[in-house]
């Protein structure tokens, strides 16, 4: 039996390396301005920092009320890195298994959704199906690195204002159950680095005001805080992964020979911060941390985002309306939540416009950076019917 050409499209965009640290965006490119000429949608390529290698590809479906606030279909196209020794098959293979299970980096996070934004329009198109509002999907780089030369960097360009975002649909996650999950908000990620100075010496000393002990309080006070989050997590379980505040403690570093005590360590932690919880209040917990382990300790950000905005997901917000309607006369179940991690939602957060995480994959785990990704064939075919109902729905709302 012939194999739908959706999941061929698919399984060659998985094969493409956009591989984090060193992503190949020129194939990645030729093979989506392929697919645009295709659908005869017209394409352009922005520019987005100084660096040649860094472009957002954005395709265009034009509504016949043009006027109208848009609606964005959002991905990116890089990966993040794998270890092949940990994978059943090649992780840039696309292996097929007789499940018609599809096992490549990228398959849930995010070249999926990519994929079954184009095919939905390839479908509507050929059915003479027309929208009022235009359609617009982005195809943006470095997201699996923190969005500095894409989104973060296409957003304040008059490139993107004149796109006149409406609304947006980013990525969200897989759930292994019957239902399908939407987030509406997402935690912030701080990525701090807390540097311990002391007196050095001989490893066979008593030394006091040592970088250790300050560091070590520093970690005690960090990790406490962590166990009292988790604790919560376990303890209510009205609670998602999005409504608490992780923290992990990520890298060690310090000290030149065994028998020298150093006089610097530094550890560094990745936090993330519900948009429930105040983030000047929050720094201040850090900072007294730092105070109460000693003199001489400090703390900077690797990153740092600040923005507490949330999407409405009441009636009231007619975007979320025609999408929760269109998923209801699907028989789709949605659990809504805040995203536990990040994505480029956040910047469109932040700058004002409303947006909705949603990856279309239920009955599926989550594999999104572990070993063996895969997404199931019959999965990603739902998703591009999923498409075909919700695109009309808000680019007609």
């Known amino acids: 039996m012939a194999e739908n050409q959706a999941v061929t499209n698919f399984r060659e965009y998985l094969r493409i390396k956009t591989v984090q640290p060193d992503p190949d965006y020129d194939s990645s490119t030729q093979f989506l301005k392929r697919q645009a000429k295709e659908l005869d949608l017209p394409v352009k390529v922005y520019k987005t920092w100084d660096n040649p290698h860094r472009e957002v590809l954005v395709m265009t479906w034009e509504g016949t009320e043009p006027n109208l606030p848009s609606l964005l279909l959002n991905s990116h196209t890089d990966v993040v890195p ?8 090649d992780a840039f293979g696309a292996v097929k298994d007789d499940n018609g299970d599809i096992y490549a980096r990228g398959t849930q996070d995010m070249k999926s959704v990519g994929i079954q934004y184009l095919e939905a329009i390839r479908r509507l198109k ?30 304040p360009s008059k490139d993107f204002t004149d ?66 989050e988790e604790k919560r997590l376990k303890n209510h379980t ?16 310090g000290g030149i020979q065994t028998n020298v005590v150093p006089d610097q360590f530094k550890a560094s932690f990745d936090i993330r911060i ?9 720094e201040d917990k850090i900072k007294n941390w730092c105070n109460e382990a000693g ?5 900077d950000f690797e990153q740092k985002f ?9 009636d009231g917000n ?18 809504t939540e805040i995203f536990p991690a990040a994505t480029d939602s956040r910047f469109l957060r932040k700058a004002g416009y409303k947006c909705i995480g949603f990856s279309p994959m239920n009955r599926t785990p989550i594999l999104l950076h572990d070993h063996n990704e895969f997404l199931n064939e019959g999965v990603f075919l739902r998703g591009i019917d999923i498409y075909e109902g919700l695109i009309p729905a808000l680019a007609n709302c």
Not at 274 to 282: K, N, Y
Not at 306 to 314: Q, R, W
Request: charged share 25%.
């Open 318 to 335: 007619i975007w979320w309306t025609a999408f929760s309607e269109a998923c209801k006369h699907m028989d789709m179940q949605l659990e």
């Open 295 to 299: 003199p001489d300790v400090s703390y």
């Open 306 to 314: 600040v923005g507490d905005n949330m999407t409405c997901i009441t």
């Open 163 to 228: 796109l006149s975002i409406g609304f947006a649909l980013d990525e969200g996650l897989a759930n292994p159950t019957d239902a399908f999950t939407v987030f509406y908000g997402e935690r912030s990620p701080w990525w701090v680095a807390v540097t311990a100075k002391g007196k050095p010496g001989h490893g066979s000393r008593f030394i006091e005001d040592t970088a250790a002990e300050k560091i070590r309080r520093v970690i005690n006070s960090f990790l406490d805080f962590r166990a009292e």
């Open 82 to 89: 794998v270890y092949p020794e940990h994978w059943k098959h």
């Open 238 to 253: 009205e609670f998602k992964l999005g409504d608490v505040t992780t923290v992990n403690l990520t890298k060690l570093q």
């Open 274 to 282: 519900p948009p429930t919880v105040d983030h000047v209040s929050f």
């Open 126 to 155: 050929k059915s003479g199906k027309q929208c009022k509002r235009t359609v617009h999907l982005t195809f943006v780089p470095d997201e699996e690195i923190g969005g500095k030369e894409g989104m973060d960097a296409f957003l």
